[in-house]
């Protein structure tokens, strides 16, 4: 597995990533012990970048999503169901946000569940 060193070390780690064409870093990133969630595939940019917007339409789903979810896997999900349901009802291409899960962080659960 290609690993990047990052001072994380072994401890469970959440990479959450909003930006277009963040998908090329969850190769690089992967670790059993980490959770790696982007806005986009390699070559797909992500929506709700505007000047007038208030948040991406990644990050609205993120926050949307937090209350409806125990483990920081359910949360990357249902935030990618929540996009690609969102860009279907604008008529966008899909983003494709990515999702990574270690086998050792697969049920780790969010702060406060």
């Given at each position: 597995m290609n690993t990047v060193a990052c001072a994380c070390g072994n401890r469970?780690?959440?990479?959450?990533m909003s930006a277009c064409y963040s998908g090329q870093f969850v190769e690089p990133l992967r670790g059993e012990n980490r959770?790696?969630?982007?806005?986009a595939r390699?070559?797909?940019?992500?929506?709700?970048?505007?000047?007038?917007d208030e948040y991406t339409h990644y990050d609205r789903c993120?926050?949307?999503?937090?209350d409806?979810?125990?483990?920081?896997?359910?949360?990357?999900?249902?935030?990618r169901a929540c996009v690609e349901?969102?860009?279907?009802q604008l008529g966008m291409r899909a983003s494709l946000p990515q999702i990574f899960v270690g086998t050792?962080?697969?049920?780790?659960?969010?702060?406060?569940?």
């Open positions: 469970p780690s959440v990479i959450v959770i790696i969630m982007t806005a390699p070559d797909r940019t992500s929506f709700g970048c505007g000047a007038d993120l926050l949307r999503q937090f409806g979810a125990s483990t920081w896997r359910e949360l990357a999900y249902a935030t349901r969102t860009e279907r050792e962080v697969a049920d780790l659960r969010l702060p406060g569940r």
